[in-house]
């Protein structure tokens, strides 16, 4: 258990009345991490969704040629980890502590049964995930208009597969 107030001011939070908030703070264990420290690795199963208190999470994905490469991070109030609870078992990116961390960490089944159990939390809940996903697609999205405008109008660009 945490204390309520750890929670009140983060997003997800924002929407949820008093016994909803109450029941997540009993639902949470906290979490102190250190910078480096793996909360979760790309294509491995994790039963938990997290949201930061404090600090700053990494989230990577190994490209093609093997280096492992951040996409972005994840700041306080944020959640992350959320893909089990749309079904996604199978970790879309690795997540590691880029600064020293405070999280209040959740059970999947745990949230996923009070989700099912009362809609009016349900809703409230998984529209700040759809707001957070949204916003990481956002991101990702101007991420890639940046490559590709900087690919297409570098005189140091190839313009053509097999340049020299």
Same mark, same amino acid.
């Given at each position: 258990m945490i204390p309520p107030e750890e929670l009140k001011d983060a997003p997800f939070a924002r929407e949820l009345d008093a016994a909803h908030l109450n029941e997540l703070a009993r639902m949470a264990r &906290?979490?102190?991490?250190?910078?480096?420290?793996?909360?979760? #690795?790309? #294509? @491995?199963?994790?039963?938990?969704?997290?949201?930061?208190?404090?600090?700053?999470?990494? *989230? @990577?994905?190994?490209?093609?040629?093997?280096?492992?490469?951040?996409?972005?991070?994840?700041?306080?109030?944020? &959640? &992350?980890?959320?893909?089990?609870?749309?079904?996604?078992?199978?970790?879309?990116?690795?997540?590691?502590?880029?600064?020293?961390?405070?999280?209040?960490?959740?059970?999947? @089944?745990?949230?996923?049964? *009070?989700?099912?159990?009362?809609?009016?939390?349900? &809703?409230a809940f998984l529209r700040q995930v759809g707001l957070q996903v949204s916003d990481r697609l956002r991101s990702t999205r101007r991420a890639l208009a940046l490559v590709r405008t900087l690919t297409h109008h570098s005189p140091y660009a190839l313009r053509h597969e097999g340049s020299d």
């Open positions: &906290l979490r102190e991490c250190s910078v480096g420290t793996v909360l979760f #690795e790309e #294509e @491995q199963d994790s039963p938990f969704i997290f949201c930061v208190l404090r600090g700053v999470i990494s *989230l @990577q994905v190994v490209e093609p040629y093997g280096e492992s490469v951040e996409i972005d991070t994840v700041g306080p109030g944020e &959640l &992350l980890g959320w893909s089990p609870i749309f079904g996604r078992h199978a970790m879309t990116a690795s997540a590691h502590a880029a600064t020293e961390c405070r999280l209040a960490v959740f059970e999947v @089944q745990r949230i996923v049964a *009070l989700l099912e159990r009362d809609p009016r939390f349900g &809703l």
